[in-house]
């Protein structure tokens, strides 16, 4: 069950970005559920990571080793290492060590990541077993295993791949997502992972990733759940021939767009296949005074089960929707001043059901499995976007029988 | 599908508060859809409105009149009135003048009330028909009736009846209450009337009622949504022989407190028919910094859709609730100083997975119709209660289909 063509696309390799997965035992499935990611020496790496105040513990070392240097991203799904307490903490750093040992570094250039079932003990013999294999096999070609190594009830594996051209050079960007549950990245999504062969220092790297995310990964929503494990990493491994990037340049400005796009490509992708999802919907929230109160308007709709689970019946139940812009707390908000669209056909104006609005034409948009929401809120001229999907039985199927 | 006792109370008369109900043929069914509740002269009425800024039209209208001595108040279920723009602001006040010319009164003197789907015209022509008849039927008696009269998805018709003593004298307070979904009151729940013979002026009987309506309808939540006309009133005959009740004593301290207890067992009837409730949750934040925080960390717990739904399954999917808690917004929460309770067993402590903790302990409280959730922020020594229930295959196909 997901919304729309989420097919894997072909994946340019990222020169000096090698990878590499196995199946350990930690996910109770034939997929690989261990992933080492490499970078070449001298690159550089940007990361975002939840706001959940309790994060988990690979969080927590990840955070810390950002500092380091990186040279290597340890991934495993299947169990997020979270609520684990101190023998949390000890797993993730102990992790980090094993593949230190294996590959010749030191434990701090590793960031450890970890998604699944919260609250149970990692099983890091396991992910330690499989360590060996993983870097004799790590390859510029692995990018769809990796995708696949970190899902968890995904039910597709979420990959971009971009090339760009700079001055006859060219710079790759890839990047592989996985989301479906617990989804509502603050500054960060569920586990994001991109790479690029662009030279840029890591400063200039972390803004561009934090204004990325910004507009892509926390702009969706699939149940208004932030997890303890979201992060979003940026990889810069420096070996494309174009020089190296500098802020204020045309060449920054590309770029930055680029990974804009790519950010904003798997974070649909998340919603596309989010928990259950039947219908994409895109919120639009025009006419706003600001981008928070867009942003806050447009995230009340998308977490209305109300609203959810009228779009899974294909009901153009705009009633719903109305009393969500009501209640998101905007003050001094005039309903005579509000208009609501689904995709061209005007709902809403005037206060009350627009003239010449049919049930027909509403129920013709709501039929589709893509549908534009459009609230204009006559306050302002900001505009904001945010994405979510519908609430079905199946999401309440997926997350009643997730742990049996 | 409602959780636990659900039967209605034997209610006993409140001198000068007589009711009435009939078939206009609003809703789709053989129920009631208009009552009318009259109060005797001298009376006085408190009401608490919905704090969505898309208020319905009668809730306008309804509380211009509030000022104006309000003797009857007009209620019909099965259609909302709301999101119906001038038409809608025209059919609430029709309608309260239809109900002024058939009990010789003034339109001003009348409450109208709505309650079903939006964005539908009103039928006052329906209503206008059976208004003589209601009227001819006015009695002290009709408490059932009238709380049938007021449901749309609720299961069962809520009732709350009680009579205390002072000094010999008693003082009957009655309540009635309607939810079901859309259920998150915001300063008054989806619809509530409280009636009783006591003798007290509106100003006091607006505190009273305003601090009742914060501590139960404001504290519970079915799926977040704020409804367009949630209200709630108080209504006082003054044909009690007890003697007016004045602030500071201890009568209306007596009085309060069984306000507060009417509105809470009113509040608690709404979430156990909450649409598609399988389980009752109590949320108890304990060790808060304020009450503020401890409704956020409540509520945030009570909205996770991740959450609910693993109580649906019967799952001690406690990462769940430690994640909401997480996510909540209070700054600089300490999460090695939480302490997660389901009934009496202790769940996380210490950052993690209480030592003594079994799954089969978990199991045990979680397989119960109604369970307590405790948490401990370690931060203060505020305490709040947020009730809600579960999230169930019956809850979504109860909103796909509502309008079908």
């Known amino acids: 069950m997901a919304v729309g063509q989420c097919s894997f696309p072909v994946m340019h390799p990222v020169p000096g970005i090698t990878l590499g997965s196995a199946n350990a035992g930690i996910k109770q499935t034939v997929r690989d559920d261990v992933l080492v990611i490499q970078m070449a020496e001298q690159s550089t790496c940007a990361a975002v990571f939840t706001q959940n105040a309790f ?9 810390a080793n950002l500092l380091h240097a990186p040279r290597w991203l340890l991934i495993n799904s299947g169990n997020a290492n979270a609520g684990t307490g101190e023998q949390g903490m000890t797993d993730a750093l102990t992790s980090c060590a094993y593949l230190a040992e294996v590959v ?35 390859s510029l070609d692995n990018w769809t295993k990796a995708a696949q190594a970190i899902m968890t009830t995904d039910t597709f594996p979420k990959g971009v791949s971009k090339v760009i051209d700079i001055d006859g050079q060219t710079i790759t960007i890839n990047g592989i997502s996985k989301g479906a549950g617990m989804i509502q990245p603050n500054m960060a999504t569920m586990l994001g992972f991109i790479a690029t062969d662009a030279k840029i220092n890591q400063s200039l790297l972390q803004n561009c990733l934090a204004l990325a995310v910004e507009q892509s990964f926390n702009r969706i929503t699939v149940d208004g759940d932030t997890s303890t494990n979201d992060a ?9 021939l174009v020089p190296e990037i500098k802020q204020g ?23 596309r296949d989010g928990e259950g999802a039947t219908k994409l919907m895109r919120i639009v929230v025009e ?16 977490h209305s089960p109300l609203v959810k689970t009228a779009f899974f019946a294909s009901d153009p139940n705009w009633g719903r929707i109305l009393a969500a812009v009501g209640r998101a707390g905007v003050e001094n908000m005039v309903l005579e001043h509000v208009q609501l669209y689904l995709d061209e056909v005007c709902i809403v104006r005037n206060g009350g059901r627009a003239d010449d609005y049919t049930e027909e034409a509403g129920q013709q948009v709501m039929n589709q499995e893509e549908i534009t929401i459009t609230v204009k809120l006559g306050r302002g001229s900001t505009v904001q976007e945010v994405l979510t999907c519908d609430l079905s039985y199946e999401y309440v199927k997926i997350n009643a029988e997730y742990r049996t």
């Not at 994060?55 to 955070?63: E, L, Q, T």
């Not at 570094?105 to 993983?134: H, M, R």
């Not at 979003?232 to 494309?240: D, E, F, I, K, T």
């Not at 340049?249 to 790519?262: G, H, N, Q």
């Open 104 to 138: 010749g570094g030191v434990a701090t250039q590793v960031l450890p990541f970890s998604t699944g079932v919260i609250g149970q003990s990692l099983a890091i013999d396991k992910i330690k077993s499989v360590l060996p294999t993983i870097i004799n096999n790590l």
């Open 287 to 302: 006419q706003a005074a600001s981008a928070e109160e867009a942003v806050r308007v447009g995230k009340t709709i998308a």
């Open 249 to 271: 340049t045309e060449t920054y400005r590309i770029f930055s767009d680029a990974v804009m796009t790519v950010c904003k490509q798997l974070a649909e992708a998340i919603v």
């Open 55 to 63: 994060c988990a513990a690979p969080v927590h070392v990840a955070k």
């Open 232 to 240: 979003c990493v940026l990889m810069a491994s420096g070996c494309s």
